[in-house]
């Protein structure tokens, strides 16, 4: 029964002592958590899950663990905020990966995004076509900021009092210079169709091509394959 009353004291204590950490370092830490944060987070889980069903630890050794994670994560905030140098490093920074409507692939590689995974991370943004983007920015906690082009942002047709337009969902017809064959069949269209459509934009080859989406009603939208190489983003205009 003892070792139940100590097993209760201690995990009330490691959690009132956690919730006191999350009050400690602020709010922005759970919104705008880091790969670093991540991963410290759960080191400290793990070392506090470990203290709590090893028999020779209790509240001391809790204690301990808990405030030496909080006295490093408060350095690293001292640190990050007085060396600017620093934060790159500490906290990552963000990424530019739609310049203009243009996708930079190179940046997208060096970042670990593909395709699929940019249009879940638009869709939760609202877009859901690329080419509705202007600037997109992949933030250091993964999420993406999206900047709409002008001709998408409010105000909307309701607010015009225009008539409503029929919407349609846009299908991935090209992913880093591959036709997707299934969204093809998918929507009965022939590959002379595809092919014939990007020699009118002015590409002879699909390998040409990064990215291509059609909307019914629409010209595909096409994306080649555009590289920063370490340029500055205004020379990519």
Do not use: C
Not at 183 to 199: A, D, G, T, Y
């Amino acid at each position: 029964m003892s070792s139940y009353v100590s097993m209760f004291t201690e995990v009330v204590f490691g959690f009132f002592a956690l919730f006191l950490i999350t009050k400690l370092l602020g709010k922005t830490q759970i919104s705008q958590i880091t790969p670093f944060d991540f991963i410290s987070a759960l080191l400290l889980g793990e070392l506090v899950g470990n203290a709590l069903f090893d028999p020779n630890a209790g509240i001391p050794e809790i204690a301990f663990v808990v405030a030496l994670y909080a006295i490093l994560m408060y350095i690293i905030e001292i640190v990050s905020q007085k060396y600017k140098r620093t934060r790159h490093l500490l906290e990552g920074s963000p990424t530019i990966i739609i310049h203009r409507g243009k996708l930079i692939r190179d940046m997208m590689k060096k970042t670990k995004l593909d395709i699929n995974q940019l249009q879940h991370l638009l869709r939760e943004k609202d877009v859901f076509s690329i080419s509705e983007v202007e600037f997109a920015v992949l933030e250091a906690n993964g999420t993406v900021s999206v900047l709409k082009k002008t001709d998408y942002q409010t105000p909307t047709r309701k607010d015009l009092k225009l008539s409503p337009k029929d919407v349609a969902l846009p299908i991935t017809l090209i992913n880093d210079g591959e036709i997707i064959k299934d969204n093809m069949e998918e929507k009965n269209l022939p590959v002379s169709w595809l092919e014939e459509s990007i020699r009118e934009q002015g590409y002879k080859d699909i390998s040409e091509i990064f990215y291509a989406e059609y909307t019914k009603g629409n010209p595909i939208y096409i994306v080649p394959f555009i590289n920063r190489n370490h340029k500055k983003y205004t020379d990519l205009d």
